[in-house]
């Protein structure tokens, strides 16, 4: 049986994820991961899963969210409080069921606030989009500082700006959450990158996607052939929302305290640099250019009070060299030439 292009490239991507896995746990069991590098490993996983979800809504759909960081610090803060409320309140002792469910649930916050955010937002276009998600990600992130929540044995209390609850206090405002038990792992993390591949390759070569990307290359053409625009455009977002809520449980259920000063601006833009270094509707592109630059400013750390100074040379480096001409027409040429001799493989194959 002849598989599709489509999904052959699909196979490949979930055994490169697979072989990558089983490299990482190979160097933890040996020891031959460094310390920094193995507590690095789970954050790489979200912003990975951020990188391709963020892509989905500006390489796929062609719009620009600078509020992604607010879709995670939803996920987030859900995903803790859902962990603390399965222990405390239903007595659920399994950390892995635990985590599951937790991303389940920061995923499902996230998409309903995606839906209600989608709505308006997606009927504007170009810069005024950008600005109004930039406005939901920093209200979010003010919002979560007025928020107080605590769990009573079965009942989950929720206040603002009043922090004298009943119970254990799970979410104390500023303070952001507390006695939070870290159990995010690293195979759940290398499962979340497979099910994001999994959902944005899909539906990138499924009809819906195809209508997607009919809508980003000529709006009105779409228009004029039936395609209902903000319907795909909010289908994308949507799904790109659930997905950021639950890479932000996961982030979240790995430390034990955290505030909503992890999710300001400057989260949104450090993604939205994933996206353009890797390449704007590069899936891979996402997801190498995400991993690189989680470890980068580590492996710089040797430069003291330089070494930021170093990363962002290096960011305007590879900007360069990716959008150099005489680069990218090499690059093209490689490609064409390692087609040109798969074709002639494949028809020397059919005659013999």
């Keep these: 049986m002849k598989l599709k292009k489509s999904t052959v490239n699909a196979i490949i991507s979930y055994a490169i994820v697979i072989a990558a896995f089983l490299i990482c746990q190979w160097m933890i069991a040996t020891k031959n991961m460094p310390r920094t590098l193995k507590g690095q490993m789970i954050p790489i996983c979200v912003y990975i899963v951020m990188a391709v979800s963020l892509n989905l809504v500006v390489g796929i759909s062609g719009e620009l969210s600078l509020g992604h960081a607010g879709f995670m610090s939803i996920g987030a803060f859900s995903g803790a409080i859902a962990s ?21 649930v920061g995923g499902a916050f996230a998409g309903v606030f995606g839906v209600l955010i989608g709505i ?14 930039l406005a939901f990600g920093e209200i979010i992130r003010n919002v979560v500082n007025c928020l107080y929540f605590s769990v009573d044995g079965m009942r989950l209390h929720v206040s603002f700006n009043n922090p004298n609850l009943p119970g254990s206090i799970i979410v104390n405002g500023p303070a952001g959450s507390k006695g939070i038990k870290a159990i995010s792992t690293l195979p759940v993390g290398f499962v979340l990158i497979l099910f994001t591949l999994f959902v944005v390759l899909n539906l990138v070569n499924s009809r819906s996607g195809r209508a997607i990307m009919a809508s980003r290359d000529n709006r009105i053409a779409a228009e004029a052939m039936g395609i209902n625009v903000t319907k795909y455009k909010m289908m994308a977002f949507v799904t790109s929302a659930v997905l950021a809520g639950m890479a932000g449980a996961l982030y979240g259920l790995n430390f034990s305290t955290f505030t909503a000063a992890k999710f300001k601006f400057d989260t949104s833009i450090l993604v939205l640099v ?21 470890v980068l400013p580590e492996l710089l750390r040797a430069f003291a009070d330089y070494r930021m100074l170093i990363y962002a040379i290096v960011l305007i480096l590879v ?8 680069i ?25």
Excluded at 122 to 132: Q, S
């Design 274 to 294: 994933f996206v353009v270094l890797g390449g704007i509707g590069n899936i891979w592109g996402s997801i190498i250019a995400a991993a690189l630059l989680t």
């Design 328 to 352: 990218r027409s090499l690059f093209n040429g490689l490609i064409r030439r390692n087609r040109a001799d798969q074709a002639k493989a494949g028809k020397g194959g059919d005659a013999q």
């Design 84 to 104: 603390t409320y399965f222990l405390n309140a239903l007595g659920l002792e399994s950390a892995i069921v635990r985590l599951v469910l937790s991303i389940l």
């Design 319 to 326: 900007m360069l060299a990716t959008n150099n001409p005489i």
């Design 120 to 133: 308006p937002v997606l009927r504007l276009r170009g810069d005024y989009l950008a600005i109004v998600t």
